[in-house]
């Protein structure tokens, strides 16, 4: 059956510093989807992705997040300046064309920890 | 917001079937209702969805009311694997996004 497949499965990174969290999706799929979740809290949307752009973002994704697809198969997500807060999991997931009929398929996290 | 409400924790026995409850009352005649679920801390996984019309894949049932204000999902013979938190969402047709709300944390006994 086919994945999501993100990477890393756990990256520690210092405050301040930038990450970036990979993520490749269902070959086909065309809708792409990062979401995060504290730990013990609820699972959070942050972005949306089609047509190589930004369809639709949360209150969370503010200007030190960002998203890109750099080629067919990648989707990316940037922190630019890590806080102790943006410590949690998180999930990239897609969906096919028409995501109205189709669920969506999540991978199975990135746990992002930062001291 | 989630415009859903589920109880916040069920129990159920292994092998019997787990009826799991949603409420949403205010739903529109265009949203679909979808049911994922999460084990422990993996990404979320669909399960289920449908529009007024019982459904039924490989993994559960769903029995929409007529009214469509309450729908509940049905995992017919729950195994222990089953132990996850499960979620209840309604959703605009072509909504870009899925807003998670807390879910039914449900507990398969041995």
């Known amino acids: 059956e086919p994945e999501v497949t993100q990477t890393p499965s756990h990256q520690v990174t210092q405050m301040g510093q930038e990450v970036i969290l990979r993520c490749v999706p269902i070959s086909n799929h065309l809708y792409f989807y990062w979401y995060r979740q504290i730990l013990g809290q609820k699972v959070e949307f942050l972005v949306s992705?089609?047509?190589?752009?930004?369809?639709?973002k949360s209150e969370i994704f503010d200007d030190q997040f960002s998203v890109e697809r750099p080629d067919g198969s990648n989707f990316t997500l940037k922190i630019r300046s890590t806080k102790l807060e943006d410590s949690a999991m998180y999930f990239c997931?897609?969906?096919?064309?028409?995501?109205?009929?189709?669920?969506?398929?999540f991978g199975s996290g990135t746990r992002l920890t930062v001291v | 917001d989630a415009k859903t409400t589920q109880p916040t924790s069920m129990d159920c026995a292994e092998g019997r079937a787990a009826n799991l409850p949603c409420n949403h009352s205010t739903i529109s005649g265009n949203e679909y209702v979808y049911w994922y679920r999460q084990i422990h801390s993996q990404g979320p996984q669909y399960i289920i969805h449908g529009l007024k019309n019982n459904e039924t894949n490989e993994m559960a049932s769903l029995i929409i009311t007529e009214d469509r204000k309450s729908s509940t999902l049905i995992l017919p013979h729950a195994t222990l694997r089953d132990t996850a938190v499960y979620y209840c969402?309604?959703?605009?047709?072509?909504?870009?996004?899925?807003?998670f709300g807390k879910g039914t944390r449900l507990h398969i006994l041995p």
């Open positions: 969402i309604v959703r605009v047709i072509r909504d870009d996004k899925i807003i």
């Open positions: 997931a897609s969906s096919e064309r028409d995501s109205t009929f189709y669920g969506y398929t």
């Open positions: 992705f089609y047509n190589n752009e930004i369809s639709e």
